[in-house]
């Protein structure tokens, strides 16, 4: 039996054993992480579009440096260390991004990052990575498994992977519970002065980001080139009006002009 097996029959046995068991988050905080190690596929992730992954120079590259290093400044040393992306409907670029970014600063700026498939809709970053993991936030959600049993070292330094475990459609009420509170107050401790980026679904078709967006310190709105309506994202930046937004990413810029090739940040 596997450790992620274990702990989901441990946390069964838990619900079947008592009526409600209280939650006592004190009790998880182990000091030493027992992650698993699943490394990153590259001809997957490079077919996935995982441009900060490249040892090669490329426009798309050097677009996703400009745009860590814009986050960086406006972030740094100010605790503002949990980030969501977004974008007004789906298909848009926010997995890809949110993948970019962190591998980019993980690899670049040496900085530890979590990366965090809080989609739980249409869960995507482990299928980017090449990677197949057990369980996930799903499961620290719903099956009270800790953290350090779902976390994944991927073999990219200092990227660490929480995937979703799965999907739910129901998933609004989930995020909004009182244990991912819990995960955002234990990611924010043991990653203090570090990064954790969070990957959401898109923001006009479900409540799900505006939930998230409540525990953030910073939001990053991904538009598509020539796809975005602006109306689309005008109501976006209304659904995010009081929240810390970082700035908005137009992601695809080549479909309008090759000055740009992925990235543009305002
Ligand atoms: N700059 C880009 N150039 C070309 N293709 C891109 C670019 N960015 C993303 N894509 C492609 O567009 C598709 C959607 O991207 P992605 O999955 O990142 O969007 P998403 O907003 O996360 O979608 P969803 O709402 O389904 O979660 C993917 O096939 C991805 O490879
Ligand atoms: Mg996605």
Same mark, same amino acid.
């Given at each position: 039996m596997s450790k992620i097996e274990e702990a989901l029959a441990k946390a069964k046995q838990t619900r079947q054993g008592e009526q409600s068991p209280i939650h006592d988050a004190s009790m998880e905080i182990s &000091? #030493?992480?027992?992650?698993? +190690?699943? /490394?990153?596929? &590259? =001809? *997957?992730?490079? /077919?996935?579009?995982? *441009?900060?992954?490249? /040892?090669?120079?490329t426009q798309a590259t050097e677009q996703i440096r400009i745009l860590r290093t814009q986050i960086l400044q406006k972030t740094e040393g100010q605790g503002n260390n949990c980030l969501m992306i977004t974008s007004a409907l789906d298909g848009e670029g926010k997995s890809t991004l949110a993948a970019n970014l962190a591998i980019a600063i993980a690899r670049e700026v040496h900085r530890t990052v979590l990366l965090v498939d809080a989609d739980l809709r249409r869960p995507a970053l482990h299928e980017l990575f090449g990677l197949k993991p057990e369980a996930g936030l799903m499961h620290y959600l719903l099956d009270h498994v800790p953290i350090e049993d779902l976390l994944i070292r991927t073999g990219v330094e200092k990227l660490t992977f929480l995937p979703a475990g799965g999907s739910l459609p129901n998933s609004t009420e989930i995020l909004r519970s009182p244990r991912m509170q819990e995960l955002i107050r234990e990611v924010k401790m043991r990653y203090r002065d570090r990064y954790v980026i969070f990957d959401s679904s898109p923001l006009l078709p479900t409540a799900d980001p505006m939930v998230l =967006?409540? +525990?953030?310190?910073?939001?990053?709105? *991904?538009?598509? #080139? /020539?796809?975005? #309506?602006? =109306?689309?994202l005008a109501e976006a930046l209304g659904h995010l009006k009081e929240r810390n937004v970082l700035?908005?990413?137009?992601?695809?810029? =080549?479909?309008?002009d090759d000055i740009y090739s992925t990235y543009k940040y305002d």
């Open positions: &000091p #030493a992480y027992t992650t698993v +190690f699943q /490394e990153v596929n &590259p =001809s *997957v992730a490079e /077919e996935n579009r995982m *441009v900060a992954l490249s /040892e090669v120079n =967006s409540q +525990f953030m310190d910073g939001v990053i709105l *991904v538009v598509r #080139a /020539e796809r975005t #309506a602006r =109306s689309h700035g908005v990413v137009m992601n695809d810029q =080549s479909a309008v």
